[in-house]
């Protein structure tokens, strides 16, 4: 809360104007319009997120429409292949199938058991793979107790019961004869033998192996013969023949990059680190001769790029697949499955069907077409983005089920905006549609934002334009206003000491020219000259003191001591002191006092002084009617003082303005009685004002003027009882007064 005080001061009162009139509403506008713009950003975001959305359904719906057409010929053919009269096609009806549809990278066929014979690549797209013994049951019933041995195994090695492990996969070699088992039997042995730290007989099965069955992979689709080739290096390094140990992961390095287009990225990386952590070690013992000669060999290796992913990766994935539905036994259904991945940083999509076996229930082979994905987006877009009809910047791409990209108009650039999931049997793609500026999208948009943006900024601008101005005057009239306030506070300090003089000296000639020399009458013209120098020189010096008093309020340093007194003592003691003066120009000065009065805490002085102010007002402003009187009672929680005159009085439109600064009701300078600065009725207020209380004036032009002063009565000397109202005496005085305005 301001203090009163302060909240007189021109230049508190010219902040707060400017906080309250200027930054506020300033502040207040930049909100509401940012606010204004953001919601109309976001509507017109939904409204192009709805845009994109329904795009993308159309674009999903096309196409579906031109997968299923590309579809129907392949599924077609594998239709055909597919019957139960095991009629499978030849090699040379893929090709010739690849060759006339362009969509057709090339086509496989595979028959269990999954073992891959060697490949034939013909000239052309084709790639077909020769057909093999179907599995017997005998094959089914051997992967099945191989599961569960290999389970019981690796459960006892968890416990630490090794030997029994051993026991156990040496049963695999015995009651499941196929080699895959085999293989996986002995790739168990050999990690069971490593934990033992039996290396010599680790490197034995390990090689073996190696020599049995080195196109065996794991059920991920890794080599085997990479795990026992790492292995065996790690065994000899466990024996301190280190040489022969980087000898064979220099190997092991060699075979990995010559079959990495076999192995997915991931498989590649994996053993690469292996190598690369146990070379680094291996190079450093003193039982390595010539490092540097090895150094030079892993460092090329390094250098080298993992090869492309090749047709044998399809084959690989298209076995697992297989593989898992003939040992599972699973049912034949007469439909096509589609694979869609990203291999090397390059997507690829399989579509195959399964083969049924003689019986025509269960799995025994599939066959299945290669997409080629680079003519599927050359026929799919163009035909897309003509109907669609959408701007250059926006793109279109096909994702699969992991978000990865798979073909589109371009690489994605941008952010993606929507997404649609197509309908089966392509539900394992969805249409995005990617956009650089999604907001930008919308030109309404941008010439909407840009022109609200300048008009908040020319506003802003000519907002901080006019405080600019409106500070600088501001600043130019406190300063104006501060010289002025110290000029008049020094001039009237200046003053006060000539007028001391001035009325001392005066007051001396008065006194020897009323007692006059002996025997000589004293001059009657210089003592009245005498007496109206001192008598203006009294005035003058209360002029001055008001003066100084209002500097002291402007510059906030006024300051009041508040004791507690007996307002009937100051009111007698200012009437008393006033009645000369009032007598001897035939005033009429009454004081009226409802007594008891209860204490107030006030600052005497200050009290006196506006007692003072209004009573000499009252004495200047009244002519032919010269009548004064002061009142004072208590009035509920307060104590009112009020003076009374039968002057002049004051005109209804000057009421409001009389407590305002150097305000006089009459500023004519030929007045019969000149008034003083204007400052009487200003300090009046202010002092009131600082004891808690208010002062207000009622009149009548013509009739008078009664001023009324409340003070608020403490809360321990609010016990009195209350007096009534106003005196009953000279009541019909103010009954003239009663109906005008109050101020």
């Given at each position: 809360?301001?203090?009163?005080?302060?909240?007189?001061?021109?230049?508190?009162?010219?902040?707060?104007?400017?906080?309250?009139?200027?930054?506020?509403?300033?502040?207040?506008?930049?909100?509401?319009?940012?606010?204004?713009?953001?919601?109309?950003?976001?509507?017109?975001?939904?409204?192009?997120?709805?845009?994109?959305?329904?795009?993308?359904?159309?674009?999903?719906?096309?196409?579906?429409?031109?997968?299923?057409?590309?579809?129907?010929?392949?599924?077609?053919?594998?239709?055909?292949?597919?019957?139960?009269?095991?009629?499978?096609?030849?090699?040379?009806?893929?090709?010739?199938?690849?060759?006339?549809?362009?969509?057709?990278?090339?086509?496989?066929?595979?028959?269990?058991?999954?073992?891959?014979?060697?490949?034939?690549?013909?000239?052309?797209?084709?790639?077909?793979?020769?057909?093999?013994?179907?599995?017997?049951e005998d094959y089914v019933d051997s992967y099945r107790r191989f599961s569960a041995l290999v389970e019981a195994g690796e459960e006892l090695e968890y416990k630490g019961r090794l030997d029994e492990a051993l026991a156990l996969y040496a049963q695999i070699r015995r009651e499941c004869p196929a080699p895959q088992f085999a293989a996986f039997s002995q790739n168990l042995t050999g990690r069971v033998l490593m934990?033992?730290?039996?290396?010599?007989?680790?490197?034995?099965?390990?090689?073996?192996?190696?020599?049995?069955?080195?196109?065996?992979?794991?059920?991920?689709?890794?080599?085997?013969?990479?795990?026992?080739?790492?292995?065996?290096?790690?065994?000899?390094?466990?024996?301190?023949?280190?040489?022969?140990?980087?000898?064979?992961?220099?190997?092991?390095?060699?075979?990995?990059?010559?079959?990495?287009?076999?192995?997915?990225?991931?498989?590649?990386?994996?053993?690469?680190?292996?190598?690369?952590?146990?070379?680094?070690?291996?190079?450093?013992?003193?039982?390595?001769?010539?490092?540097?000669?090895?150094?030079?060999?892993?460092?090329?290796?390094?250098?080298?790029?993992?090869?492309?992913?090749?047709?044998?990766?399809?084959?690989?994935?298209?076995?697992?697949?297989?593989?898992?539905?003939?040992?599972?036994?699973?049912?034949?259904?007469?439909?096509?499955?589609?694979?869609?991945?990203?291999?090397?940083?390059?997507?690829?999509?399989?579509?195959?069907?399964?083969?049924?076996?003689?019986?025509?229930?269960?799995?025994?082979?599939?066959?299945?077409?290669?997409?080629?994905?680079?003519?599927?987006?050359?026929?799919?877009?163009?035909?897309?983005?003509?109907?669609?009809?959408?701007?250059?910047?926006?793109?279109?791409?096909?994702?699969?089920?992991?978000?990865?990209?798979?073909?589109?108009?371009?690489?994605?650039?941008?952010?993606?905006?929507?997404?649609?999931?197509?309908?089966?049997?392509?539900?394992?793609?969805?249409?995005?549609?990617?956009?650089?500026?999604?907001?930008?999208?919308?030109?309404?948009?941008?010439?909407?934002?840009?022109?609200?943006?300048?008009?908040?900024?020319?506003?802003?601008?000519?907002?901080?334009?006019?405080?600019?101005?409106?500070?600088?005057?501001?600043?130019?009239?406190a300063h104006v206003s501060q010289m002025k306030s110290t000029f008049v506070s020094n001039v009237s300090h200046e003053l006060r000491t000539p007028l001391a003089s001035i009325k001392m000296l005066a007051e001396l000639l008065e006194r020897q020219f009323a007692a006059g020399p002996a025997g000589v009458p004293a001059s009657t013209k210089a003592a009245e000259y005498l007496s109206v120098i001192r008598r203006?020189?009294?005035?003058?010096?209360?002029?001055?003191?008001?003066?100084?008093?209002?500097?002291?309020?402007?510059?906030?340093?006024?300051?009041?001591?508040?004791?507690?007194?007996?307002?009937?003592?100051?009111?007698?003691?200012?009437?008393?002191?006033?009645?000369?003066?009032?007598?001897?120009?035939?005033?009429?000065?009454?004081?009226?006092?409802?007594?008891?009065?209860?204490?107030?805490?006030?600052?005497?002085?200050?009290?006196?002084?506006?007692?003072?102010?209004?009573?000499?007002?009252?004495?200047?402003?009244?002519?032919?009617?010269?009548?004064?009187?002061?009142?004072?009672?208590?009035?509920?929680?307060?104590?009112?003082?009020?003076?009374?005159?039968?002057?002049?009085?004051?005109?209804?439109?000057?009421?409001?303005?009389?407590?305002?600064?150097?305000?006089?009701?009459?500023?004519?300078?030929?007045?019969?009685?000149?008034?003083?600065?204007?400052?009487?009725?200003?300090l009046a207020r202010h002092i009131a004002a600082a004891h808690g209380g208010e002062i207000s004036a009622r009149s009548k032009l013509g009739e008078g003027s009664t001023f009324s002063l409340r003070l608020p009565i403490p809360p321990e000397c609010r016990e009195q009882p209350e007096s009534a109202t106003l005196p009953e005496a000279h009541a019909n005085d103010r009954g003239v007064l009663a109906a005008e305005?109050?101020?």
């Amino acid at each position: 809360m301001i203090p009163r005080g302060l909240w007189r001061r021109h230049e508190v009162r010219l902040a707060l104007t400017f906080v309250c009139l200027i930054i506020l509403p300033c502040g207040f506008l930049g909100y509401f319009s940012l606010r204004a713009i953001r919601t109309e950003k976001l509507l017109t975001q939904a409204r192009l997120q709805q845009n994109y959305k329904q795009l993308a359904g159309i674009a999903a719906r096309e196409i579906n429409e031109e997968l299923e057409k590309a579809a129907k010929r392949w599924t077609y053919f594998t239709g055909k292949a597919a019957k139960r009269d095991r009629n499978y096609p030849t090699p040379e009806a893929l090709n010739q199938f690849a060759a006339e549809q362009p969509l057709v990278a090339s086509a496989i066929l595979l028959e269990s058991p999954v073992v891959p014979l060697r490949a034939a690549e013909p000239a052309n797209r084709g790639f077909f793979l020769s057909k093999a013994t179907p599995p017997s049951e005998d094959y089914v019933d051997s992967y099945r107790r191989f599961s569960a041995l290999v389970e019981a195994g690796e459960e006892l090695e968890y416990k630490g019961r090794l030997d029994e492990a051993l026991a156990l996969y040496a049963q695999i070699r015995r009651e499941c004869p196929a080699p895959q088992f085999a293989a996986f039997s002995q790739n168990l042995t050999g990690r069971v033998l490593m934990k033992k730290s039996d290396w010599p007989a680790a490197i034995g099965v390990y090689r073996e192996l190696l020599a049995n069955h080195p196109h065996v992979r794991d059920p991920n689709g890794a080599p085997l013969r990479f795990f026992a080739q790492y292995q065996i290096a790690i065994a000899l390094e466990n024996q301190n023949r280190d040489q022969e140990a980087v000898e064979t992961l220099l190997a092991l390095y060699q075979d990995l990059f010559a079959l990495s287009d076999e192995i997915s990225t991931v498989q590649y990386t994996y053993f690469v680190e292996l190598i690369q952590a146990a070379s680094v070690r291996l190079l450093t013992s003193p039982f390595v001769s010539h490092p540097e000669h090895f150094t030079q060999h892993f460092n090329r290796l390094a250098e080298l790029n993992k090869k492309r992913i090749s047709r044998r990766y399809y084959l690989q994935v298209l076995e697992r697949r297989l593989a898992q539905h003939v040992l599972e036994r699973k049912s034949y259904k007469d439909r096509v499955y589609y694979i869609s991945d990203v291999a090397e940083g390059a997507p690829y999509l399989l579509a195959y069907q399964f083969l049924p076996d003689a019986s025509g229930h269960h799995v025994a082979g599939l066959i299945a077409m290669e997409i080629a994905l680079e003519e599927l987006k050359a026929r799919l877009f163009p035909a897309i983005l003509k109907k669609l009809e959408v701007t250059g910047d926006v793109s279109f791409a096909i994702l699969n089920e992991e978000h990865k990209f798979m073909i589109g108009t371009r690489p994605p650039a941008g952010e993606r905006v929507a997404e649609q999931v197509l309908e089966k049997p392509f539900d394992f793609w969805q249409v995005a549609i990617y956009a650089p500026d999604p907001a930008g999208q919308a030109s309404g948009w941008n010439f909407k934002l840009t022109l609200s943006l300048w008009l908040v900024f020319l506003l802003l601008l000519t907002v901080v334009f006019g405080a600019y101005v409106f500070i600088r005057q501001a600043l130019r009239e406190a300063h104006v206003s501060q010289m002025k306030s110290t000029f008049v506070s020094n001039v009237s300090h200046e003053l006060r000491t000539p007028l001391a003089s001035i009325k001392m000296l005066a007051e001396l000639l008065e006194r020897q020219f009323a007692a006059g020399p002996a025997g000589v009458p004293a001059s009657t013209k210089a003592a009245e000259y005498l007496s109206v120098i001192r008598r203006e020189s009294d005035r003058l010096a209360r002029l001055i003191e008001s003066v100084l008093d209002f500097s002291r309020i402007e510059r906030g340093v006024k300051q009041y001591n508040f004791e507690y007194e007996d307002p009937e003592v100051i009111l007698r003691q200012v009437v008393e002191a006033f009645r000369p003066q009032a007598e001897a120009d035939g005033f009429q000065l009454v004081l009226d006092i409802a007594a008891p009065l209860p204490e107030v805490k006030i600052d005497a002085d200050a009290i006196a002084q506006l007692l003072l102010n209004l009573l000499t007002n009252a004495y200047k402003y009244s002519q032919e009617r010269k009548y004064i009187r002061v009142a004072a009672f208590r009035q509920e929680q307060h104590l009112v003082i009020a003076v009374e005159d039968h002057g002049i009085g004051i005109a209804k439109a000057e009421l409001p303005k009389i407590f305002e600064d150097f305000y006089r009701v009459d500023q004519r300078l030929n007045t019969p009685k000149q008034g003083g600065a204007g400052l009487g009725l200003t300090l009046a207020r202010h002092i009131a004002a600082a004891h808690g209380g208010e002062i207000s004036a009622r009149s009548k032009l013509g009739e008078g003027s009664t001023f009324s002063l409340r003070l608020p009565i403490p809360p321990e000397c609010r016990e009195q009882p209350e007096s009534a109202t106003l005196p009953e005496a000279h009541a019909n005085d103010r009954g003239v007064l009663a109906a005008e305005p109050e101020v």
